[in-house]
């Protein structure tokens, strides 16, 4: 038998690079001052299911349990989030930094970079308008990416606004942003043509398809400001500017980018929206986020403000690895190997091991007597840096040999045990 489509087995090898990933995130994490939160990974359906129209409905693990609940495993961790703001509104001092790394479930077509099941790093801000909590975000996602030996040749991160977007549609009357927007977003994989057609369809003028295409090919924020006539408009492109007047002033100009493509497929998207993207496009999306308003007020708790992303580790895996960029050997191998020289009583390697042990060291050493030269090939695979040969005689001087060069030497134990 094998996994079910689109679902991982983690054997040890596997399983380090995620803890690799893990550990690269929650670092990011703790540099930046996030605090950790769970929540359980099934929900009630309506958590997801209310009045978002998103297409993530139609990906959901649903079931009823025993007593008749509707219940779904999560595809995506913000509902969660946005629930739990809401059950402790009152209590919690906004704004605060959470994150978490949820295994999620998504009924997608499996291909590559897209499973059903998998890791999704979540970063939100919740509790404030201001737009530092944006540069925040997004300064975390370049560091993240440049901890795992990314650089802005590899990566880029795309930002647009969804309140721009809006903003721009209603200046042409156009109040069918549910219809339209899923339009812009699929531009760039579609013909002119189908564009075109694709906007009348959703009743665009044919100076409405005009207006969409100049804005969806204006080059800079410059000519972006050409097409923004009301107020609301030019308030949401200010914003726009002055965050990447921010960037400029970080030092983080390379790693974003002006991109009105990313329109992101979530409903309750209302401010800036970001989508981190291989440079050369050719991969799906690494990461993608934005500001969210009234997610919170949609779950019927008070009107809180959040801001956050979502890194797969799908994606990114494929990408390091493209890269070279995968540790190659463990994090956590054994410091010493100890092997038996003499008698087969292995008795004295657990003594011994006990006493390194103690002292903070990782130690391994085989389970069952082996000739010596098997014993020295398992501790290369096992990729400890040194051997310990531990005889049958009660002796504080070891023999030691360093395996990645080979050196033979010996040592008072008391120095291995500092
Ligand atoms: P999302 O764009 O649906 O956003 O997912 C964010 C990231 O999760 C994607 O860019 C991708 O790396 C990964 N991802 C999504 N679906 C799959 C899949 N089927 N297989 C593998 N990786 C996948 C959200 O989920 C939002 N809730 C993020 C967010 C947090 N917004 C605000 N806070």
Request: hydrophobic residues 40%.
């Amino acid at each position: 038998m094998q996994t079910p489509k689109g679902t991982r087995d983690f054997y040890p090898e596997d399983q380090r690079i995620q803890n690799y990933l893990f550990q690269t995130w929650t670092a990011t994490c703790i540099e930046f001052g996030y605090e950790e939160y769970e929540g359980p990974m099934f929900e009630h359906l309506e958590l997801y299911t209310g009045k978002s129209g998103n297409e993530i409905v139609t990906q959901l693990y649903n079931f009823q349990d025993k007593g008749g609940r509707d219940l779904a495993l999560r595809p995506e961790m913000t509902p969660t989030l946005a629930r739990m703001v809401n059950q402790r509104s009152r209590e919690l001092k906004k704004p605060f930094k959470w994150y978490s790394i949820p295994r999620l479930f998504r009924y997608e077509r499996a291909q590559k970079g897209r499973l059903r099941e998998f890791f999704q790093l979540n970063m939100d801000i919740i509790g404030t308008d201001s737009l530092y909590a944006e540069l925040d975000l997004i300064a975390a996602i370049i560091h993240m990416l440049r901890k795992f030996g990314l650089s802005a040749t590899d990566f880029c991160v795309g930002i647009s606004s969804r309140k721009l977007l809006a903003a721009l549609l209603a200046q042409r009357n156009l109040l069918n942003p549910e219809e339209i927007l899923p339009i812009l977003d699929k531009k760039a994989k579609i013909p002119a043509e189908k564009f075109q057609e694709d906007l009348q369809t959703a009743k665009a003028s044919l100076l409405d398809v005009e207006f969409l295409t100049k804005l969806m090919e204006s080059a800079g924020l410059a000519e972006l400001h050409e097409l923004c006539a009301t107020d609301e408009a030019k308030q949401a492109w200010s914003e726009l500017d002055s965050l990447f007047q921010q960037f400029d002033a970080l030092g983080l100009k390379e790693y974003v980018s002006l991109d009105l493509s990313v329109v992101r497929g979530l409903a309750y998207y209302t401010g800036v929206v970001f989508e981190v993207f291989d440079r050369s496009k050719s991969m799906r999306a690494i990461a993608g986020g934005g500001r969210y308003d009234n997610l919170c007020a949609r779950l019927g708790g008070a009107p809180v403000t959040g801001v956050g992303f979502g890194v797969g580790d799908v994606v990114l895996k494929d990408l390091l690895q493209e890269k070279g960029l995968l540790p190659e050997v463990s994090l956590h191998a054994p410091e010493l190997f100890l092997v038996k020289a003499g008698s087969p009583d292995l008795l004295p390697l657990f003594k011994w091991a006990s006493q390194f042990r103690q002292a903070g060291t990782r130690v391994a050493h085989t389970l069952q007597f082996q000739k010596l030269g098997k014993q020295l090939e398992a501790a290369a695979r096992s990729g400890a840096a040194k051997v310990v040969f531990i005889t049958d005689d009660v002796t504080d001087t070891l023999e030691i040999k360093e395996l990645a060069t080979g050196n033979q030497y010996t040592t008072k134990s008391q120095e291995l045990l500092l």
